[in-house]
């Protein structure tokens, strides 16, 4: 995944925060998404219009007995679940 790869947040979800993490909700599609503290920091990096290495090096930063691939592995596999459940999609870098 390119780390310089940004994404646009579906419009339509509903997202929701949990004192353990947060709730997203497409309306359209009926899909909904529970996310642990990690996920919800991640999703809130997104929302900053921030690309994937610094989300990476963000939850890296957050949890340091995690190196750095681990990290990279578990944003990129997290970020997968968003765009395939229509969460998230691809911002066009150019």
Do not use: C, W
Not at 55 to 68: C, F, K, R, T
Not at 80 to 89: A, P, R, V
């Amino acid at each position: 995944m390119d780390p310089t790869q940004r994404y646009k947040i579906n419009k339509e979800i509903v997202y929701r925060e949990e004192d353990d993490g947060a709730f997203l909700f497409d309306p359209d599609s009926g899909n909904l998404k529970y996310m642990n503290p990690t996920g919800k920091e991640t999703f809130l990096i997104l929302k900053e219009k921030r690309d994937v290495g610094q989300a990476i090096s963000h939850i890296h930063g957050q949890y340091p007995d995690v190196d750095q691939e681990q990290a990279r592995k578990d944003v990129e596999i997290f970020l997968e679940q968003l765009k395939e459940n229509g969460f998230i999609s691809p911002q066009d870098n150019g």
